[in-house]
């Protein structure tokens, strides 16, 4: 499955954005769908991730009530909601993908990525 995020850009803090992920390939039915960032100077960790079939939600704490991950598998595409939103959010934003097997937060137990996509929120 390819990858591919969108929607990233440039906010002022208490905005909003709404990133996309769009795959194609296999069938992305099959696939969880998670989002990780990357800020400047630090390791990728973990944002959200969505199930393939039940659309299972899990959040990484500083997002919940903030961000919200959903999925249209007729458009194949994920997306993530992030409401306001802190200069600490700033980071590239990358969706990855793995056959599902349960919720992991762990960037390595995904072996399908997106580049990225660029998310500064300015104080």
């Known amino acids: 499955v390819q990858l591919q995020a969108s929607g990233g850009g440039l906010v002022q803090t208490g905005g909003y954005l709404r990133l996309s992920c769009a795959a194609s390939g296999r069938t992305f039915s099959s696939y969880d769908i998670g989002w990780f960032r990357q800020a400047p100077g630090k390791e990728r960790e973990f944002v959200a991730t969505i199930t393939q079939s039940s659309g299972r939600t899990y959040y990484e704490d500083s997002v919940k009530g903030r961000f919200t991950i959903s999925r249209d598998n007729a458009k194949n595409t994920v997306y993530l909601q992030m409401n306001s939103l802190k200069p600490e959010d700033t980071a590239v934003y990358f969706c990855?993908?793995?056959?599902?097997?349960?919720?992991?937060?762990?960037?390595?137990?995904?072996?399908?990525w997106g580049q990225g996509t660029l998310v500064t929120v300015s104080s």
């Open positions: 990855a993908a793995r056959p599902t097997f349960g919720i992991t937060t762990k960037p390595d137990d995904y072996g399908y």
